[in-house]
Nanobody
Framework: QVQVVESGGGLVQPGGSLRLSCAAS????????MGWYRQAPGKEREKVATIGSLDRISYAESVKGRFTISRDDAKNTAYLQMNNLKPEDTALYYC??????????????WGQGTQVTVSS
């Protein structure tokens, strides 16, 4: 059983910054990858950034140069540093974790989401 919890969202002005956290817990043997996704009302959920083994990272084109994904393996936690935020970044941000458990099962787990609102 694996749980994923996001935190750090809030209201920020355009050009501001936020740092999101994603903590995975449970019977974790190894986290193969973690990623951040977002969904705005009336739109499809889209991938924002992912970080896999050996710190392999990918970003959506819309956030390159502004967002940075990182992880702390000791805490089973990933972060998303968001700088120079724009109104179009407003969305519910979800964390996904691809996890291998201690009994050697694979889970693809999602958190409940944290709201990011960019507005003056």
């Amino acid at each position: 059983q694996v749980q994923v919890v996001e935190s750090g969202g809030g209201l920020v002005q355009p050009g501001g910054s936020l740092r999101l956290s994603c903590a995975a817990s449970g019977s974790i043997s190894r986290i193969n990858a973690m990623g951040w996704y977002r969904q705005a009302p009336g739109k499809e959920r889209e991938k924002v950034a992912t970080i896999g083994s050996l710190d392999r990272i990918s970003y959506a084109e819309s956030v390159k140069g502004r967002f940075t994904i990182s992880r702390d393996d000791a805490k089973n936690t990933a972060y998303l540093q968001m700088n120079n935020l724009k109104p179009e970044d407003t969305a519910l941000y979800y964390c996904n974790a691809a996890v291998r458990t201690t009994n050697n099962k694979l889970y693809d787990s999602w958190g409940q989401g944290t709201q990011v609102t960019v507005s003056s």
